[in-house]
């Protein structure tokens, strides 16, 4: 039924405005029409990220969107020259090298949006 659909990531923030800051001008991410006020569209790759507002922004205690790239390392490298900081967490079976953490094949690096979405990047 769904599974040859393409899927959006839906984030919801308090201000479109501040918010479209961070996902244009940090993120790099490329604005595309929106069908209605109060709600950023962007593509990226061949996928969509709505940015909408919400009383509850913020509020999700869990990975809300993540991009997969081929370098964790130097995404985090970008990210952090543009003021980004990035989370660290205690995984069973894991380490972390500065702000990426590495479980077997897998890295990854967390971070927080300005409304405290957390956001990750995951090698591919």
């Known amino acids: 039924m769904l599974g040859d659909k393409n899927a959006a ?9 501040s918010a479209g800051k961070f996902y244009e001008n940090t993120l790099g991410l490329k604005p595309s029409p929106a069908r209605e006020s109060k709600v950023l569209s962007y ?14 922004a913020g509020t999700n205690k869990a990975t809300a969107a993540t991009w997969v790239v081929d370098d964790v390392e130097g995404v985090v490298r970008d990210l952090k020259s543009k003021g980004v900081s990035f ?7 894991g380490t972390r090298k500065g702000d990426v ?10 971070f927080k949006d300005p409304d405290g979405n957390i956001l990750s990047v995951v090698n591919g």
């Open 9 to 17: 990531v839906t984030i919801a923030v308090k201000d479109t405005k």
């Open 43 to 56: 593509k990226s790759g061949n996928s969509t990220v709505l940015v909408y507002e919400s009383q509850f």
């Open 87 to 93: 989370e660290h967490y205690d995984f069973p079976h």
């Open 101 to 110: 953490h590495v479980m077997g094949e897998t890295k990854a690096a967390w």
